[in-house]
């Protein structure tokens, strides 16, 4: 089954706490990205992938790191996370048709 | 900066009716335009992909159309079904190859 896959569906931490929330896909996409999803600003994406190490900022990377060493991984480092990164976040990879496939989320609460 | 506005915020309608969503941009420079639906606590789901050369596609009770003159698209819903009820959310891509999305419309079709 085609399928983005992000773990862990759910996760709690605290301030300054190292974390990564990896993502897979088995469809062979070359793009890759990642969103946040916060109540009343909708979906933001924090960073973006075209293929393997090329990787660009979105609109809201301060505070995240990712890396792109395989095609079919695009993992999501928090290297000191902090309340304000208390979130939804989402996966997603598209070929080159375009159509955007999701992840299922991860939920972060950073105390 | 692009930004991107969908309305009604919320909409609750009977069973049958058809159903009109709108998305508008502040910059109409749009590329490709998706619509995607979500669930509640879950990923996000591609409805209709409108690629940059399209003006509109069809997928069973779906129709999406975009005016790039204008920047707008609007998520045309027939016969509206309570399986229909979900949030939907427009993204459009700019010329920097970033997916910019709306707040979403909450839709509820009450039986």
């Known amino acids: 089954e085609a399928q983005v896959t992000q773990n862990p569906r759910y996760l709690i931490t605290v301030t300054g706490k190292k974390l990564t929330v990896t993502c897979s896909q088995n469809m062979n996409h070359e793009y890759m990205s990642w969103y946040r999803q916060d109540p009343g600003l909708g979906l933001r994406q924090i960073y973006y992938?075209?293929?393997?190490?090329?990787?660009d900022k979105g609109d809201v990377p301060e505070g995240y790191k990712v890396s792109r060493k395989e095609k079919r991984n695009f993992p999501l480092i928090l290297e000191s996370p902090s309340p304000n990164q208390t979130s939804l976040y989402f996966c997603?990879?598209?070929?080159?048709?375009?159509?955007?496939?999701f992840g299922s989320g991860t939920q972060l609460s950073v105390l | 900066k692009q930004e991107v506005t969908q309305i009604p915020a919320a909409l609750s309608v009977p069973e049958g009716e058809n159903l009109v969503l709108n998305c508008s941009f502040t910059?109409?420079?749009?590329?490709?335009l998706q619509w995607f639906r979500q669930d509640p606590g879950k990923g996000l789901t591609s409805l209709l992909l409108i690629q940059s050369s399209q003006r509109e596609q069809t997928s069973g009770r779906l129709n999406a159309s975009l005016d790039k003159s204008s920047g707008r698209s609007t998520l045309y819903i027939a016969a509206s079904q309570p399986g229909d009820s979900a949030t939907y959310l427009c993204a459009g891509e700019d010329n920097t190859d970033k997916l910019i999305f709306g707040t979403g419309t909450r839709l509820q079709v009450f039986p």
């Open positions: 992938s075209m293929n393997v190490e090329v990787t």
């Open positions: 997603a990879s598209s070929g080159v048709v375009g159509k955007l496939f």
């Open positions: 910059d109409s420079a749009i590329y490709n």
